[in-house]
């Protein structure tokens, strides 16, 4: 049973455009929320996180909404750039698991020039 | 600069081997996690780890066992490989809840 699930495998984007990129959950306990970046033949790299009591959290280009109600969260790149090409994976917590994160199955951003 | 590495990038292995995968941190992390990266299944837990000889297992632990005899190292060990275990293989390690993780670079094990 996939608990967190990003449902498009890939993206394409011009150079200077926004990039948007989804994720849904089921798992009402989650209460933390991440985005990490992978390049290939490299460990992801952390990118942003989000906490359940807020809605919004930005650093820099990347952008993170939360609601909550439709158990859906995104990724806003702006302006997307080519070196942002890579996979991304959301990710969730619930509290009292031992720190453990449950991935989604990740989006491949292409940026074009 | 935070660092978890794992001891090899790439590893070639026979169906029946006994395999061994190595993962070090330096950052005094409590927890300690193990994942496999597959095309269209993306990461899944296989085991953690939340102190030292501690373990749990993840959602997919099936032909894996673990060791974690120091806080810093943590044993990810293939009782007998077979080719469905081809894949890569990421270790990371956590600070606590609401923090992310740091992986290591990733091990891709090949089974033949």
């Known amino acids: 049973d996939q608990q967190v699930k990003q449902n498009s495998p890939s993206l394409s984007v011009q150079e200077g455009r926004i990039s948007i990129l989804n994720c849904d959950y089921t798992?009402?306990?989650?209460?933390?929320f991440l985005w990490y970046k992978k390049y290939p033949a490299e460990g992801p790299t952390f990118l942003i996180s989000?906490?359940?009591?807020?809605d919004k959290n930005e650093d820099g280009r990347f952008t993170v909404f939360l609601n909550k109600s439709a158990k859906h969260l995104s990724l806003h790149i702006v302006p997307s750039q080519p070196g942002d090409s890579a996979v991304y994976f959301c990710?969730?917590?619930?509290?009292?698991?031992?720190?453990?994160?449950?991935f989604g199955t990740g989006t491949r951003l292409q940026v074009t020039l | 600069d935070v660092k978890v590495t794992q001891s090899s990038r790439y590893l070639v292995k026979r169906t029946g081997e006994k395999v061994f995968l190595e993962c070090v941190q330096d950052?005094?992390?409590?927890?300690m996690f193990w994942y496999r990266q597959d095309p269209g299944l993306g990461l899944r837990l296989i085991y953690f780890?939340?102190?030292?000889?501690?373990?749990e297992k993840g959602d997919i632990p099936e032909g894996y066992s673990v060791s974690r005899e120091k806080k810093e190292r943590f044993s990810l060990i293939l009782e007998s490989a077979s080719t469905n275990q081809t894949s890569m293989y990421l270790c990371?390690?956590?600070?606590?809840?609401?923090?992310?993780?740091?992986f290591g670079s990733g091990t891709r094990l090949t089974v033949v």
């Open positions: 950052m005094d992390h409590e927890n």
């Open positions: 990371a390690s956590r600070v606590g809840q609401g923090y992310g993780y740091t």
């Open positions: 990710a969730a917590s619930e509290a009292g698991t031992a720190s453990k994160l449950t």
């Open positions: 798992n009402s306990m989650f209460d933390y």
């Open positions: 989000i906490s359940s009591i807020k």
């Open positions: 780890s939340y102190d030292v000889k501690m373990k």
